[in-house]
T-cell receptor, first 117, second 113 residues
C-alpha cells in the first residue's frame, strides 16, 4: 500500500519567507509526527497529532513554527520568516495509534529538504 | 529527558565481516526500542523493534538486536554484512507512556565489496 508521502521533496527559500511543508500519512493512521534532522544528527521531535488534535508541541523551537492537521489526515508544518538555521530535513511519520499507553511503529516519509539562503 | 548514544559515527567493513553497532539509552523505566535504517537516497525504514518478551529480536535482512536491560543497551548485529548494507543506522527509544521517539545521532556504515 501507499506509504507516507511528503511534499515538496526539496525546498529552497530566501531568508524571511514563509514555507509550508505537507505530509500525507498512511491511510487510517491515527497519529502523525513531525521531526527535524540537522546534518550529522538524528531526527528530533517537533510535534505530533492524534486525529486532528495536537497532542504535544513541546519540540517546536519557537513561535515561528506551527503545525495543523485540520481533518485528521494531511498535516502542514509552517515556518514563518525562515532563518538560515531552519535549514534541515523535515521528516513526517505516522502510526496506527499513539505509542503512549500502547505499542505501535512509526513509518516515515521521504522527508523535505529545506534550504534557507 | 531520555537520551540515546550511538558509539560509532562511522564504520567501515569489508563484505562478510561481522557487524555490531552499539546503542545505549538513558532512562530508568520501561522502554520500547527501535533500529531504523536509511539506505542512500531512501527514507527511514524500520529494521527491527523491541517492545517486550524475548530480548533477542530479529529483523529484516538478517539483522538482530539484543536488549540488555542492566546495561541500558540495544546493540545491533549481523553476522556477515553485504555491500547492500551500506546505509545510515539509527537507534531510537520511546519510554512507555510516551509517544515520541528519541533518536541517536546515527552510524554511517560503509561496506566495501
Amino acid at each position: 500500500g501507499a506509504g507516507v508521502s511528503q511534499s515538496p521533496r526539496y525546498k529552497v527559500t530566501k531568508r524571511g519567507q514563509d514555507v509550508a511543508l505537507r505530509c500525507d500519512p498512511i491511510s487510517g493512521h491515527v497519529s502523525l509526527y513531525w521531526y527535524r534532522q540537522a546534518l550529522g544528527q538524528g531526527p528530533e521531535f517537533l510535534t505530533y497529532f492524534n486525529y486532528e488534535a495536537q497532542q504535544d508541541k513541546s519540540g517546536l523551537p519557537n513561535d515561528r513554527f506551527s503545525a495543523e492537521r485540520p481533518e485528521g489526515s494531511i498535516s502542514t508544518l509552517t515556518i514563518q520568516r525562515t532563518e538560515q538555521r531552519d535549514s534541515a530535513m523535515y521528516r513526517c511519520a505516522s502510526s496506527l495509534v499513539s505509542l503512549a499507553g500502547g505499542t505501535d511503529t512509526q513509518y516515515f516519509g521521504p522527508g523535505t529538504r529545506l534550504t534557507v539562503l | 529527558a531520555q537520551s540515546v548514544s550511538q558509539h560509532n559515527h562511522h564504520v567501515i567493513l569489508s563484505e562478510a565481516a561481522s557487524l555490531e553497532l552499539g546503542c545505549n539509552y538513558s532512562y530508568g523505566g520501561t522502554v520500547n526500542l527501535f533500529w531504523y535504517v536509511q539506505y542512500p537516497g531512501q527514507h527511514l525504514q524500520l529494521l527491527l523493534k523491541y517492545f517486550s518478551g524475548d530480548p533477542l529480536v530479529k529483523g529484516i535482512k538478517g539483522f538482530e538486536a539484543e536488549f540488555i536491560k542492566s546495561k541500558f543497551s540495544f546493540n545491533l548485529r549481523k553476522p556477515s554484512v553485504q555491500w547492500s548494507d551500506t546505509a545510515e543506522y539509527f537507534c531510537a527509544v520511546v519510554p512507555s507512556g510516551y509517544s515520541t521517539l528519541t533518536f541517536g545521532k546515527g552510524t554511517m556504515l560503509l561496506v566495501s565489496p
